[in-house]
Each structure stands twice: as structure tokens, then as C-alpha cells.
């Protein structure tokens, strides 16, 4: 079973973008295009890791990550900030509001596949997708 990923973004370049690449790496990837889809898929899905846009229309993103981190039942999923307004002071207020990374857009996909997986070790919950699943697409058979 392999390890289960939420981008939320509501540029869909950037959600396939992501997901697609996170894929490849053998993850399991769900998308949601806004913040209650978001709080949807978490609930039902229950993602190790979630990227999360910073601009969205409604609640961003740095609204959403403090209250999901203010939940007991999901304030463990690491949460990446993503972002295409890298402003002097936009990685300190995403980590400040709970994100546990922080990525700036436009993606680098070398980039996001390492954050991902770093910060995946780093909580603990260390991604069970092995190299060769990758390459059969994500079967581990």
C-alpha cells in the first residue's frame, strides 16, 4: 500500500502537475480544487501528506492549515505550503501558520518529489513507496 498525498491547488495546471509527478513516484495521490473539498477528501481519505495551495478563492490555504492543525484528529498530517507569490516573508508565515514545508511555485518536479519524500521521513510517517513501484507504476506485485 502506498503512501496516500492531498494537492490542493485550484490552478488546474498545477494540481495535475503535481499529482502526476507524485504518482510517477508511486504515491497515492487525491486532488481538491478548494478548501472544502480539502476538508472533505481528509476526512474520508485520511492523506499522510497534504501540498497545499496558499491563494485559493474562499479560505486559503494558510486558513485552512491552522485550523487542521488545531484538530486533534488531524493536526499529525504534514502539510507543504505551495506557493506562486514567493514573497520575503511568505515562507515564515506558512510555517507560522503550521505548514511543516514550504515550496514556491512554478513547481520544480526534482524539487517536490524530495520535499515530499523528506518530509514524509522527517514526521515519521515515511512513504513505503519503494523505487521499483514507481517504475510498474505504483504495484508493488
Do not use: F, H, W
Not at 496516500?4 to 485550484?10: E, G, T
Not at 514550504?102 to 517536490?112: Q, V
Not at 513507496?129 to 508493488?140: F, L, T, Y
Amino acid at each position: 500500500m502506498s503512501t496516500r498525498v492531498l494537492v490542493v491547488d485550484d490552478n488546474v495546471v498545477n494540481l495535475k502537475l503535481a499529482a502526476y509527478v507524485l504518482q510517477l513516484e508511486g504515491y497515492e495521490v487525491v486532488t481538491a480544487a478548494e478548501a472544502e473539498g480539502a476538508v472533505a477528501s481528509v476526512r474520508e481519505r485520511r492523506p499522510a501528506l497534504i501540498l497545499m495551495d496558499i491563494q485559493m478563492p474562499g479560505k486559503d490555504g494558510l486558513t485552512l492549515t491552522r485550523e487542521l492543525k488545531a484538530d486533534p484528529s488531524t493536526r499529525d498530517i504534514v502539510i507543504i505550503a505551495l506557493t506562486a507569490s514567493a514573497m520575503k516573508g511568505d515562507e515564515e508565515r506558512a510555517i507560522s501558520a503550521g505548514c511543516d514545508g514550504y515550496i514556491a511555485k512554478p513547481i520544480d518536479t526534482r524539487e517536490l518529489s524530495r520535499a515530499v519524500k523528506s518530509a514524509l521521513e522527517r514526521s515519521g510517517g515515511a512513504s513505503n513507496v519503494e523505487s521499483s513501484d514507481a517504475a510498474n507504476g505504483g504495484d508493488p506485485s
